[in-house]
């Protein structure tokens, strides 16, 4: 049988080649008009698995601490590839991985929630870069995503889209999971191919309560079984991005108590004891150093004996929460095994997409998004929050959304310097791959050393399915793949290394690979600092590039980076510098720093509306995409009817106790509850009951003055009478939550206000006929600009630790 | 006791009643002699807890609610700026006068904050090297202290401490 021509998509049906006569009588069918497009012959099925925030130093199967069974059975049937490479961030490692193209060429320089005007940096992929669901899709795959995946600009994850962003844009038929870059594990927010579904119905079973990770298997496994249901032979790809280890940390205790007294012994010891059992497994070579401690990171033994229980809780529960991510891809893996089809599938698991996250910051927070609002907060005060929501023993459940210390992190990324964001350094750019497909690979538990990129698993899978990279898709003429096909390496260890040459970057901080030299080039920046004055340095005509000091490594001799060659080779620095600036004019890395661009006034421009009207019961309206309320003045107003005997319930609320607010009616009185992260809870309750009937409502936010953070009087009224009042010190300046969603008349999810936690989602027993917020209340075109300028601030500096 | 002592207060702001209590435990076992102490709490739902001692109140004293302890300056100031250069302070609360420890809860649930919490300890300045060693936890303390009669003394010594108290907030 003929194979259709694949270097255009779709791919072009056969003229009909049948008869049609005026009726039957001589006419003859051409079958082929109503099949469907088939993938090459031996085109195996694929399934990707991409861990999220960890290290090279994690998973067992790595020599890690963390218990990964499944992993390492993977491994032992298949292959270890341990010089594989990412970019140091969560969405430039997906767009990447999911196009085959350096990130920046495809708009994700940066991460999804944060577009700028410069094309590395859109979030947008161009329609000449299309992705490799789609060609998979194209070509006669069924293809399906699982999990996490944040490649969505902030602002289009609502029904209004457009959908091209999404999942099923992208060539996914379904979709499954969450549009950012985190998420709760016990009540997501989560979307199904085009609709925000919003936090499971399980989420509220509290013998048997919803659990993200458990959920992603069982509805990958249920999809296998749906599409096998419907055709025996149609492979697919199935992309499972978990959530973990991303934070918030979230399981339960039973894997958590697994490592209890584990990590006792701190990050210093735990390096060591993690480097001894690489050379070990000799998934590093005999002679690789183990990198020292920066001074960013403190020592082990200078750490409070008082808060050591409290830092080794934080490893305990990351630890058991990777093991489960290690145990439900097994559970995925079991189902295709159990469909006999095991043999046939090729299987890549990442372990890590950035290295693991330092964004902990040194104290780690029993709320990942203290950080990013640039609440500092000293290790005692975190471990006096954790004790507030349940004490360190919770730490993992559903009160907190936890980050362990940066520490643990570079710990994790043993034997490496630095991890997340630091694009310059192994730490942040080097993750464990394995490889197992038992029809090809046939050298079982074998490593391989070849210089591998995330670019390279698209142009892979391509090569062994048997298809080309388009031409034309949908008539635009196509980009070229950036990454090489490592597949012979699959059954040749002698294969050669393909991929020579990669230029790294992340927020400034770079490298530049070829042919076993290493350039790295680090901003002075500590990825977890934030502040003005962190970022001041890197002001347009303040920061000149050049001026960065570099490193250089020869990574055949040096696997972890551990001896800097740059004084003794000046010419090869040389070299690697121009190399960089070529790569990146090449690829659109420029301009360097992009996503700071909005702390340098270089802002988009002001959003027009400043009153937003939901009517109906409008719910899951994601955190990106709620009405900006933040650092200014600001009123909710809502329009109801009280039912005779009167009513309860939320009018609107927005995320929970960690960070929030709800106006809602309790006891027959409006209350607002406005939570600053869960460090400080503000609550205003009317003195009078509403009254049946039609009734308006409102609360007045007079903030102190239009600045972040401020303070301000809140005011509630009834039908324009004051009926309530109170103080609120502190707002939030930046966003409430990194997943939670908004509602109307109920508080989905876990709440804002605990005392209504037992009659959760609180749903409002009246009627509401719309919620009107004004963000720009008294507010003046000079205010206006300011505020636009430090909420875009804010927006990038959730973006730079999303 | 001598009439007229120098008394000290020690005054701390929590972020969990379980830290307040913690630090309230170890100065009633520090060894020292109190003149009282006391631990107030607010959980998240707004239930307000009030626990003390009643060293004074067995010693004939007026105890520690007969002297106005401050209730409003547990609102710890732990903030000192946003990422975005937001500065963020709470100062110490009004010095507020109670009679019994049903009114310094009444007070003090309109002043600490939902899960905040605050210790009060008084006693002799020659106590000081056992107390205040025993209060390790604090987010912010500070210590006064006053001379004079027993009451008048304990409402000095407050009176200080809070002040060194907004002082550091400022």
């Not at chain 1, 999804?112 to 161009?126: I, L, N, R």
């Not at chain 1, 509290?206 to 079984?225: S, V």
């Amino acid at each position: 049988m003929s194979q259709p021509d694949r270097s255009k998509l779709p791919i072009q049906s056969a003229p009909f080649g049948g008869v049609a006569n005026r009726t039957l009588d001589g006419s003859k069918p051409d079958w082929s008009t109503i099949g469907h497009v088939d993938v090459p012959d031996g085109a195996p099925n694929v399934l990707v698995v991409l861990i999220d925030d960890a290290g090279f130093g994690n998973p067992a199967t790595f020599g890690g601490p963390i218990e990964t069974p499944n992993y390492t059975r993977i491994a032992n049937e298949g292959l270890r590839y341990n010089r594989f490479h990412v970019p140091a961030l969560c969405s430039p490692t997906r767009a990447a991985l999911l196009t085959g193209r350096n990130s920046h060429a495809v708009g994700f320089g940066s991460v999804g929630e944060f577009s700028t005007g410069f094309p590395g940096y859109t979030a947008f992929v161009p329609d000449e870069c299309t992705p490799i669901p789609r060609i998979l899709r194209d070509n006669g795959y069924s293809t399906a995503a699982f999990g996490k995946w944040h490649l969505t600009p902030d602002g289009q994850q609502g029904p209004a889209g457009p959908f091209n962003r999404w999942p099923t844009g992208w060539g996914f038929d379904y979709f499954y999971g969450f549009l950012g870059g985190g998420a709760s594990q016990w009540d997501p927010c989560l979307a199904e191919n085009q609709k925000i579904i919003g936090t499971p119905e399980d989420f509220y079973d509290e013998e048997d309560p919803y659990y993200l990770p458990d959920a992603m298997a069982d509805k990958t496994i249920e999809w296998l079984h749906a599409i096998r249901g419907q055709d025996a032979e149609k492979p697919f790809f199935a992309y499972f991005s978990t959530g973990c280890s991303h934070a918030p940390h979230h399981v339960s205790e039973a894997w958590a108590a697994k490592y209890k007294g584990k990590f006792d012994q701190g990050w210093d010891t735990l390096r060591e004891e993690t480097f001894a059992r690489q050379k070990e497994l000799g998934v590093i070579p005999a002679d690789a150093e183990l990198t020292e401690r920066d001074e960013a990171f403190p020592a082990w033994e200078d750490a409070p004996d008082k808060l050591k229980a409290y830092y080794a809780r934080q490893m305990e529960v990351y630890a058991g929460f990777s093991e489960n991510a290690d145990h439900n891809v097994g559970r995925v893996i079991d189902a295709i095994e159990e469909l006999g089809e095991l043999d046939n599938t090729l299987v890549i698991w990442i372990w890590g997409d950035n290295g693991a996250s330092m964004e902990g910051t040194i104290t780690g927070s029993f709320n990942e998004l203290t950080m990013q609002n640039g609440i500092p907060l000293t290790d005692e005060m975190q471990l006096q929050l954790a004790e507030r929501y349940g004490g360190v023993e919770a730490w993992g459940g559903q009160m907190m959304d936890p980050h362990y210390s940066a520490a643990w992190a570079w710990a994790g990324n043993t034997p490496f310097q630095w991890g997340k964001q630091v694009g310059s350094h192994l730490g942040g750019t080097r993750n464990p791959m394995v490889v197992h497909w038992p029809e090809r690979i046939s050298e079982h538990g074998a490593l391989r050393t070849h210089f591998t990129h995330v670019t390279d698993i698209g142009p892979t899978i391509l090569d062994i399915a048997g298809i080309p990279a388009p031409t034309h898709v949908d008539g635009i003429a196509q980009e070229p793949l950036h990454g090489v096909s490592f597949a012979d390496s699959l059954t040749d260890p002698a294969a050669s290394e393909h991929h020579t040459q990669q230029y790294f970057e992340t927020i400034g901080n770079r490298a530049m690979y070829k042919d076993g030299w290493w350039l790295a080039m680090k901003t002075a920046r500590i990825p977890w600092v934030i502040t003005p004055d962190a970022l001041k340095p890197y002001a347009p005509g303040v920061w000149n590039p050049d001026d960065d000091p570099v490193e250089l490594y020869y990574l055949p001799d040096d696997f972890s980076q551990a001896r800097d060659l740059a004084a003794e080779h000046p010419e090869k620095v040389q070299e690697l510098k121009e190399l960089f600036w070529a790569e990146a004019e090449k690829y659109k890395v420029l301009p360097l720093m992009a996503p700071l661009a909005g702390f340098f006034g270089m802002l988009p421009p002001l959003p027009a509306a400043a009153k937003h009207e939901f009517r109906g019961d409008v719910q899951n309206v994601l955190s990106g995409m709620i009405p900006r309320i933040y650092n200014h003045s600001y009123t909710i107003s809502a329009d109801l009817v009280i039912p005779p005997g009167g009513a309860e319930g939320v009018i609107v609320a927005e995320a929970d106790h960690l960070g929030g607010f709800s106006l809602f009616v309790d006891d027959g009185k409006l209350t607002h509850t406005y939570s600053m992260m869960g460090v400080f809870v503000f609550r205003q309750q009317a003195e009078e009951p509403l009254p049946e009937g039609d009734v308006s409502v409102r609360m007045e936010f007079a903030a102190d003055a239009a600045k972040p953070a401020t303070g301000g009087e809140v005011t509630l009224f009834i039908d324009d009478r004051p009926v309530g009042k109170g103080r609120m010190e502190h707002t939030v300046p930046v966003r409430f939550s990194g997943y939670a969603g908004m509602d109307i008349g109920r508080d989905n999810g876990g709440v804002v206000d605990r005392s209504y936690e037992d009659r959760k989602p609180f749903a409002f027993t009246g009627t509401i006929k719309k919620v009107v917020f004004d963000v720009n209340p008294h507010t003046s075109a000079e205010e206006a600009h300011e505020l636009h300028a430090a909420e875009h601030h804010g927006h990038t500096a959730h973006a730079l630790s999303a | 006791m001598k009439l007229h002592d120098t008394i000290d207060v020690l005054i701390g702001g929590y972020l969990s009643k379980d830290a307040a209590e913690e630090d309230y435990n170890a100065v009633l076992e520090c060894g020292g002699h109190l003149q009282g102490a006391v631990v107030v709490s607010k959980d998240l739902e707004g239930n307000l807890s009030v626990e003390e001692t009643d060293h004074m109140v067995a010693e004939g004293a007026a105890g520690l609610g007969a002297v106005g302890f401050a209730v409003g300056l547990f609102a710890p100031p732990l903030l000192a700026a946003t990422a975005i250069g937001a500065a963020i302070g709470a100062g110490a609360g009004a010095l507020l006068h109670h009679e019994t420890v049903e009114k310094l809860g009444e007070q003090a649930g309109a002043t600490i904050p939902l899960g905040g919490a605050g210790l009060i300890v008084a006693y002799s300045h020659s106590e000081a090297e056992k107390v205040e060693p025993a209060v390790t936890r604090a987010i912010q303390q500070a210590v006064g202290e006053a001379e004079g009669n027993h009451v008048k003394a304990l409402k000095g010594a407050l009176a200080d401490a809070q002040q060194k108290m907004a002082e550091h907030d400022a």
